[in-house]
């Protein structure tokens, strides 16, 4: 089945829902083509390349999803890439063209128990995973922020315990993350673990859930989200490589 043509849609409406993550809400005519359900499921926002070069593309996830629009959340920081320096200056009725949905990233809710692992890159789509687990689902989310402010609040099940972990420098200090989640106790039963985070960090979580924990291959969804020091374009020939040097 061929992909549907990207789609230009509108800005909505903005807003900081942290002091390092902003909220664009994006609709518009052509929202009719975008299908519904689509919460955790990957976007591509398509810029225009500079002096007519390639387009750019730039992976982001649906947050949240309402009949004619859905929200798109954005890490920003000093030295942003093309997409957040867009979603900084963005205002009610700029466009953007949006390819995808791409399929969605979820947690396995058959699963004993569930352990999530991510940055604030991977954090909208932990919290839709988070936020549709079941009522009686037990383990842990470890999700690492740049700052107190930058903390949630999510809904979660009772014996699910989410972690926050700060790291002012995400990417340099590349074991905060890594560190907390092998503080947890292990629990019994067939896990579903998720995690997704910086490229250095992502190979430290995936050494230790596959050989010290053995987590099995369909048990376990674990990607990076970028590279310090990284474009994206950068990022996903190092990913590939990794990947199939890996045997994924």
Known sequence: MSRPAPRTLQVIASRYITPNMLRLTLGGAEIATFPADQESAYIKLIFPGEDGGKDLMRTYTVRYQRAGEFDVDFVIHGDGGPASNWAKSARPGDDIRVGGPGPKKLVDNSADWFLLAGDMTALPAMSV???????????YAVIEVAEEGDIQTLEHPPSFALHWVINAHPGKDSRVLVNRVRQLEWLSGRPSVWAA?????MRELRRYFKEERQVARQDLYISSYWKCGSSEDQHKVVKREDGEAFGE
């Open 197 to 201: 985070c910086e490229f250095s960090e």
């Open 129 to 139: 995973s988070i936020e549709q687990l079941p009522a009686d689902a037990r383990g």
